[in-house]
């Protein structure tokens, strides 16, 4: 075989490949829709015989797939199964058999910890899923690592795009090309920094140019959010770059520090999902960020707007590769989604198709939801602009209330009357049905549910992908990948019930939990963290029944069985800085396939399970994090990404001890009166009256109290972000960062926790102008922090805290913890007249 594709690679002309009917050559399909109608899979040929077909298994057990698996057969040769990893190796794997055909390693990956972030362990390569042209065989991926003559350091980072040949992985002339330097057309002040950026989304082609979006680690840095057209002619680069925060209204990036958060933020990372594409029409999410051009005033969305966080874009592509907006909707309450990090740029938007999903005025419209668990429906031709809709509302279709955030995509089924689906963190499945009104306006309603909910605390869930055999109704089958660890397979039938009910026993094989399910023909392959499995069902050489199933002439249906089911993977969230096993495995049925087509008209109210592909007997779902509550999930900008520990401290949290402090030592305001409680952090109180003596604390620093952060920006500035933060961690790191800087300073005396993770530091604070607003009540700095356990010790008794009872802040308000008394609060706003407290932790 090897030899075959090495005679292939040598006698290929550069404009003869084809793409096989069954072929998966980008993320799932152009218009981002779920839905992929060019499979062999129909709920008859699809049963719980899946096997082990064959397995590989990497070295490197440190090897991360982020990247969707894609399929590509060239001109008379064996369709291949090719994957992208963070170590920047590019593989090609014959699809029936597994042999590894080829591997090349692009370039040195860039090392995690450089990005400021721990989302992505280890290391950070090839992070969007790849595209193929399938008109010349060349596939395009963007490439994470260092300038040349570097190893380290965030400021070395670049991203560079390879134009590889297939099959021989070989560079096209005139490429790669370097993506670091290009400057914004519409503000020539912002460029992209590689070693602060990460390009998340799906690649697409249009106009004859690589699109591809641009966000952070884990939001942070000196960054804004860029749409990039590279031209995929030798030698030209890149040809237009769009930023989704600009002046007026965006503030001014740092332009010598890029750790300085002031560059607008508003990344485009959409869950990994790419953009749906129409013609040359681009959408993009983008998440949150700093700007406030609209204000509160409503504006059409006709009206180029600079800030565009939370924004849906359409944007336009020329024919030389120029971007132009054309079009937004920005939800009316986006400042309040900022504030909270409940972006909606979590997902990409849906194109559906627009033959079944349409009404009255609507010819095309499209879906969105992000981690505020609320789903959009818009019209494609009018996305509604800013505060357009009934008082002041949002111009949309529909909105929907879904019980859960969204991170990725939607899934869709054009027949039967049409129907999308949505997977939810810590939520079931849903199904919702096309209706009209009185008026043949648009209206969806839910048809069904699953029984089964996802792990609550997970966001690495897949993201819903249908198919059906050769676009025949009645022959739907929904992929999902991350309920147990598992890529259950689902048929569409008519039905009113709200029940998944398993009618095959699930095969214990490796699967998956991340991107889509992206079919071929009778397999079924995924990568878990460093693993590809490939589950495979033979297809009968009987004529098909139907007349209307396309089938071409020159490439009629093979009696071989090839790829049915593609989806990369990351099969348990591991805690810390555990990494799954480097493998790639494929399953089997034994089961005969059939043409057949069911006789009812199949909808999709009831979520039958048909199979099942699961990492192990149980089908429990394994969570690093089981007791966290359904709405809580990660701000960061890579779903589905393993949270990993932080290299510069230990994350052992140490023992603390509560001690009383004298009530008005710790602030520079009168004193009268305290409390103390072992049994609970937040319930020991001082009520300012009169001054007192300054403490400090023999070992440890004091926890202050819950305050209220600024509407705007942070009362200190911001370290980092990372699930194994707790106070300990945060103090370590910025004593760190101080002792390393090339000017040694002081450790900062103050930091505070906010929203779980999120790590601030510094001597001096800045509330805005605003008063200091001290915390109390039930619905006071709730979260806890994600990486402490803590015993507490008060008067001989001792207390444990759990993740869940333990709190590191909230939504704009945070934790602060001291390590010198009193604390300088800035008086601008009035003194603090609110109750607080202080402990001393050990």
């Known amino acids: 075989m090897r030899w075959v594709l090495g005679l292939l690679t040598a006698a290929l002309p ?460 009645g022959t739907g089958i929904l992929q999902y990948c991350g309920a147990g660890s598992r890529l259950d397979l689902y048929r569409l039938e008519p039905g009113s019930g709200s029940s998944s009910t398993a009618v095959a026993s699930p095969t214990t094989v490796p699967a998956t939990s991340e991107p889509p399910s992206v079919p071929s023909t009778t397999e079924v392959a995924s990568t878990v963290t460093s693993n590809v499995i490939s589950s495979e069902a033979p297809v009968s050489s009987a004529e098909p029944t139907s007349s209307e199933l396309p089938v071409s002439s020159e490439e009629p249906i093979s009696a071989e069985p090839s790829v049915t089911s593609i989806a990369a993977v990351s099969s348990d969230t591991p805690s810390s800085s555990e990494v799954a096993a480097s493998s790639v495995a494929a399953v089997s049925s034994e089961a005969p396939a059939s043409s057949q087509v069911p006789t009812s008209s199949a909808a999709v109210s009831s979520l039958e399970a048909i199979s099942s592909i699961e990492p192990s007997a149980s089908s429990e779902p394994v969570s690093s994090e089981a007791s966290a509550p359904s709405q809580v999930v990660s701000s960061v900008e890579e779903s589905s990404t393993v949270q990993s520990s932080i290299p510069e401290s230990s994350i052992i949290a140490k023992s603390s001890t509560v001690v009383d402090v004298p009530t008005s030592s710790f602030l520079s305001v009168p004193s009268v009166s305290a409390s103390t409680s072992a049994s609970s952090l937040f319930t020991s109180t001082i009520e300012s009256s009169s001054s007192g003596p300054t403490a400090t604390p023999t070992n440890g620093y004091y926890y202050v109290g819950c305050f209220q952060d600024t509407s705007s920006g942070h009362a200190l500035p911001h370290l980092l972000s990372n699930r194994s933060v707790t106070p300990e961690l945060c103090f370590d790191f910025a004593r760190q960062r101080a002792s390393n800087a090339p000017t040694p300073t002081a450790a900062p005396a103050y930091v505070f926790i906010e929203y779980h993770h999120e790590c601030y530091a510094g001597n001096t604070f800045d509330f805005k102008g605003s008063a200091v607003t001290s915390l109390i009540g039930t619905r006071a700095c709730t979260n806890y922090c994600y990486g402490s356990v803590l015993t507490y010790t008060t008067s001989g008794t001792t207390t444990v805290t759990t993740k869940t009872d333990n709190r590191c802040g909230g939504p704009k308000m945070f934790d602060l913890y001291a390590t010198t008394l009193p604390v300088d609060f800035p008086t601008t706003g009035g003194p603090l007249t609110t109750k607080v407290t202080v402990r001393e932790m050990n």
């Not at 969707?68 to 699809?95: C, H, M, Q, W």
């Not at 503030?251 to 607008?264: K, S």
């Not at 079931?428 to 009185?438: I, S």
């Open 14 to 473: 550069a404009l003869v490949t084809s793409k096989a009917p069954t072929d998966s050559t980008q993320d799932v399909d152009v218009s981002q829709s779920g839905y992929l109608p060019n499979h062999n899979l129909n709920p008859n040929t699809v049963t719980s015989g899946f096997r082990n077909l064959w397995e590989w298994q990497a070295e490197d057990t440190q090897e991360l797939f982020l990247a969707k698996p894609l399929v590509y057969t060239p001109p008379g040769g064996s369709e291949l199964l090719i994957t992208s990893s963070e170590k920047n190796n590019v593989r090609i794997f014959d699809a029936k058999t597994g042999s590894l055909i080829r591997i090349r390693q692009l370039q040195a990956p860039f090392n995690r910890d450089d990005a400021n972030c721990g989302d992505i362990p280890n290391w950070i390569g090839i992070t969007g899923t790849p595209i193929i042209d399938t008109a010349t065989g060349i596939m395009y991926v963007f490439s994470k690592g260092y300038r040349d003559g570097f190893t380290s350091g965030q400021i070395n980072g670049v991203y560079k795009m390879y134009a590889l040949q297939l099959p021989s992985l070989e560079d096209v002339p005139g490429f790669p090309t370097l993506i670091d330097g290009a400057n914004a057309d519409n503000d020539p002040a912002r460029y992209i920094i590689g070693g602060v950026a990460l390009q998340r989304p799906a690649l697409s082609d249009v106009n004859g140019h690589i699109v591809a979006g641009f966000g952070s680690h884990c939001g942070r840095g000196n960054y804004t959010g860029y749409l990039v057209a590279v031209s995929k002619q030798p030698g030209v680069g890149v040809t237009s770059m769009w930023a989704t925060e600009s002046a007026p209204g965006a503030p001014t990036p740092q332009p010598l520090d890029i750790t300085v958060e002031n560059g607008g933020k508003a990344g485009i990372w959409q869950g990994g999902v790419g953009h749906a594409v129409i013609g040359s029409s681009v959408f993009f999410v983008a998440a949150n960020g700093q700007g406030k051009h609209n204000g509160n005033v409503p504006a059409s969305g006709r009206s180029p707007c600079s800030t565009l966080s939370h924004s849906t874009v359409r944007m336009e592509l020329s024919p030389e590769g120029k971007w132009r907006q054309v079009d937004y909707f920005q939800p009316y309450d986006y400042s309040g989604l900022n504030a909270g990090d409940r972006d909606v740029g979590s997902s990409g938007l849906a194109l559906l198709d627009g033959s079944v999903f349409r009404g009255a005025g609507v010819d095309r419209m499209g879906i969105i939801a992000g981690k505020e668990g609320r789903a959009y429906l818009l019209n494609v031709n009018d996305l509604g602009g800013f505060r357009n809709g009934p008082g002041a509302g949002d111009n949309t279709i529909q909105t929907i209330e879904l019980g859960g955030a969204v991170y990725g995509a939607f899934g869709s089924y054009p027949h039967e009357g049409g129907y999308i689906y949505s997977a939810t963190i810590g939520g079931p499945m849903k199904a919702f049905r096309l209706g009209h009104d009185a008026a043949g306006k648009p209206v969806f309603s839910l048809a069904g549910q699953s029984a089964w909910t996802a792990t609550a605390s997970r966001i690495g869930l897949g993201q819903v992908t249908v198919t059906s055999d050769n676009g025949q109704p």
